[in-house]
């Protein structure tokens, strides 16, 4: 894999890149949303990600404020996207049940969604997101099992439980390969 920049794009191995999202890549996350809600849905998943969210307005202030990527496969097929923001993050201030692993800079990896045909697609992100910055944190509801399972095989450590503006639970995590 090359790292190109943080502004330009990413290359994992020969079939994959990410790269900033742009407004007109909107329609193309929109229908991953959905998909992976779907997913979500077969999988016993039916609180995560419901009554619109994320929506149309949610991802164009990502791709606005310069948060949103995608990943793209030979032919510029989008077949993931997410959310990198860096830190704070608000509803990351209060932690119970644990404890973040430090407090230090961090990125969050949020609305992360792809197609139920793509594989390696969290390793892929999550490689890039620490090529920009050592120290992540993320979250998932609790009944995301694939999620889950993805977090704990990349090796994050789960701290603790947040709650989000709305008060719906998720479980956090945290990976620093900083120090």
């Not at 994992?12 to 996350?29: F, N, T």
Request: hydrophobic fraction near 35%; proline fraction near 3%.
């Amino acid at each position: 894999m090359v790292a190109v920049g943080r502004d330009l794009f990413y290359i994992c191995g020969m079939k994959r890149k990410i790269r900033r999202a742009r407004l007109d890549d909107v329609p193309a996350i929109m229908r991953l949303i959905d998909e992976a809600r779907g997913i979500m849905r077969s999988c016993g998943n039916m609180n995560q990600w419901i009554d619109g969210y994320p929506d149309e307005e949610t991802i164009e202030n990502d791709i606005n404020n310069c948060h949103c990527y995608v990943c793209e496969e030979q032919g510029g097929v989008i077949v993931a996207s997410f959310a990198f923001i860096p830190g704070p993050e608000p509803t990351y201030k209060d932690i119970y049940e644990g404890e973040w692993l430090d407090d230090h800079p961090y990125h969050v990896v949020h609305r992360l969604a792809s197609t139920a045909s793509s594989h390696g697609i969290f390793n892929d992100v999550m490689d890039y997101c620490l090529a920009v910055a050592r120290n992540l944190r993320i979250d998932t509801h609790r009944d995301n099992v694939i999620m889950r399972h993805v977090i704990k095989n990349y090796g994050f450590t789960y701290c603790g439980i947040i709650y989000l503006a709305n008060g719906d639970e998720r479980l956090a995590y945290q990976l620093n390969r900083a120090e």
